[in-house]
């Protein structure tokens, strides 16, 4: 296998690599999800030559993403991958029989993540309950929640939480986690979950200019809207969702160039600044950046 092998140089390896959270599990900082259309043969060369590990079969369980993790795991990468099922179950007798179903379209015994999802409070105990009882029978590794309510992460990823991995929110648009996560988190990391950071282009809008914005303000690639929340060093792995192989390039691009400098944060931080001035918050509740 290529894995890995393939990345540039350029950068240094503490920004390529990172080890997610007490997951104990050392992987590329750049992970894929299901839900916006990306192929199945795109993601089956994502792994083989750049070494893409974090496969999030998520809100969309997209047959062909599908197809693409069990062709990697009969070519023998199966423990190369750290495979995401996600469950947005409310009720704790169907979590494990949704866990059960994609099981066996991906043709795994068992899932290195059952992720819990949009969880904007305390998950329900029956639902814990249930998704431990998932893990004592060996169907899944870890545990993990995903949120939009920063707030919570820090108790999700405590060390006395059930969780080993958390997905949030962050971007040059919404950089609440510098105030509301980033500071309450344990030191080390293997006292803390794996954070995993989504929405790293605002749905796009941080790929065009604003109204209002100085006209001399340029504005941002893909890459660097990636490099952005890469160069945080508490964001273990950030996840894109591409809907063509040229999306997935681009996020790639981001692991090459390395992490921004002072004075490229600041433009992403000014330019984040007037996405949010511009467009407000897109999601149907109040979530404050």
């Known amino acids: 296998m290529q894995a890995a092998a393939q990345t540039s140089a350029t950068a ?152 080993a991995v958390v997905h949030f929110r962050y971007n040059a648009a919404h950089r609440g986690a510098e105030r509301d996560i980033f500071p309450h988190l344990p030191a080390a990391r293997s006292e803390r979950a794996g954070l995993v950071a989504f929405t790293a282009l605002r749905w796009g809008q941080l790929l065009v200019a604003p109204a209002g914005a100085p006209p001399e303000l340029p504005v941002p690639t893909a890459a660097d809207c990636y490099r952005f929340v890469l160069s945080s060093p508490h964001v273990d792995v950030c996840l894109c969702g591409p809907r063509r192989g040229a999306d997935l390039r681009h996020a790639l691009t981001a692991l090459e160039r390395g992490p921004m400098d002072p004075e490229e944060l600041a433009w992403m931080r000014r330019f984040g600044d007037a996405v949010y001035a511009a467009r407000g918050n897109p999601l149907p509740f109040s979530i404050r950046a």
């Open 12 to 163: 240094p390896a503490a920004f390529r690599r990172a080890v997610l959270g007490r997951t104990g599990r050392e992987l590329l900082r750049i992970g894929v999800g299901s839900s916006f259309g990306i192929g199945g043969r795109e993601l089956e060369q994502a792994v083989e030559e750049h070494g893409v590990q974090y496969l999030y079969w998520g809100t969309l369980r997209t047959p062909w993403f599908g197809r693409a993790i069990r062709n990697l795991c009969r070519r023998g990468l199966r423990e190369h991958l750290f495979i995401v099922v996600q469950s947005y179950s409310r009720l704790a007798s169907l979590v494990r029989p949704s866990l059960c179903v994609a099981l066996r379209r991906l043709g795994i015994e068992r899932t290195d993540l059952l992720l819990l999802g949009w969880w904007n409070a305390p998950v329900w105990p029956r639902i814990l309950e249930a998704a431990l009882a998932c893990q004592e029978r060996g169907l899944v590794t870890h545990l993990g929640v995903s949120t939009h309510q920063r707030p919570l992460v820090p108790g999700f990823a405590g060390p006395d939480s059930p969780f």
